[in-house]
Structures are given as C-alpha cells and as structure tokens.
C-alpha cells in the first residue's frame, strides 16, 4: 500500500515471486470511469473507489488459502477493513516516503494514467496503518531486493 509513485507495484511483484504466489497489479481492477477520472486529474472519492475496492476484494477471497500479493493505495483504514473482510489474514505493507522523492519519481514515470498533480490528494487521504492492523511500514527509498526480504521474514514469523 501508499501512494502513486511509492514503489508499490516493484516491490510487490518481486514479492509475490519470492513467495511464489499470484500478484494482481490493482490499478488493473479499476473501472474506466475511475482511470479517466484520474488521467482528467480528478481525485477519486470513496463512492469512486467502492467497485474498486469489491474487485480487489473479490480477487484476494479467490486465493484466500493460498496467499497472493495486490498492489494498491489502501490509503485509508476503511479501505483496508474493506479489504481485510474478504481477506481476513491480510497483511498491509505502507511503502512510505518523503514527499520529494515521491515528486521525483512521478516525474520521471512515464505512460501512467495518474497525475502527478493527484500527489496532495492522495497524502491528503493517507490514513498510516494503526497499531491493530496487521502489517508494517518500511522506508521506500530501501531497495526493493531489501524490503522484499525483510517482509518474506516478517510473514514467516
């Protein structure tokens, strides 16, 4: 989870490799209304992201079991309880960064339907995972091959 730019789609396919399981990239489970919207430079609201949200849902329910890793925002806990309902062993990893490197990364990307003008909306909605939820925040400006190890090792535990 974290915002656009955070790393967040890097991370989670070398993970989902190094697990062995399946990875779904979630800006893939968008409706198109939502990523025209966002290419529009619209922020998307929670009625926007409740079909979003359902799919990822639905995704994660089909594996539950086997485990998998998604990609998405996650950005606020009702998000994550949303998700969590469906995948009740889920856990969250935060990619957090500093808003600079954030900058720089989302204009360097290229080919990416958001903005980087949607960055203050998203830090806006940020809701930082609370002590109850099960996951972990991690420095994104680690390497990947870094953080990639370090949550193989707190799944394990």
């Known amino acids: 989870m974290g915002v656009s730019g955070s790393g967040k789609t890097t991370v989670g396919t070398r993970l989902a490799e190094a ?5 779904a990239e979630g ?3 968008h409706p198109p209304a939502n990523v025209a919207k ?13 079909p979003w949200l359902d799919a990822l849902a639905g995704w994660l329910a089909e594996r539950s ?3 998998a890793v998604v990609t998405c925002s996650a950005l606020k806990r009702v998000y994550r309880d949303r998700l969590r309902a469906s995948a009740p062993d889920a ?3 935060h990619l957090d960064l500093p808003r600079g490197e954030l900058e720089r990364r989302l204009a360097d990307r290229q080919g990416h339907f958001m903005p980087p003008s949607l960055l203050d909306s998203q830090l806006g909605t ?8 099960d996951g972990s925040t991690v420095d994104g ?3 990947p091959e870094d953080l990639v190890r ?3 090792a707190a799944l394990e535990r």
């Open 27 to 29: 800006d893939e489970f």
């Open 141 to 143: 400006t680690r390497s």
């Open 19 to 23: 697990l062995g399981v399946d990875y």
């Open 65 to 67: 079991g086997e485990g």
């Open 91 to 93: 856990f969250f990893l």
């Open 126 to 133: 940020l809701e930082p995972l609370e002590p109850d939820e």
């Open 38 to 50: 966002m290419a529009a430079g619209t922020p998307l609201d929670d009625a926007d992201r409740e």
């Open 150 to 152: 370090e949550t193989v």
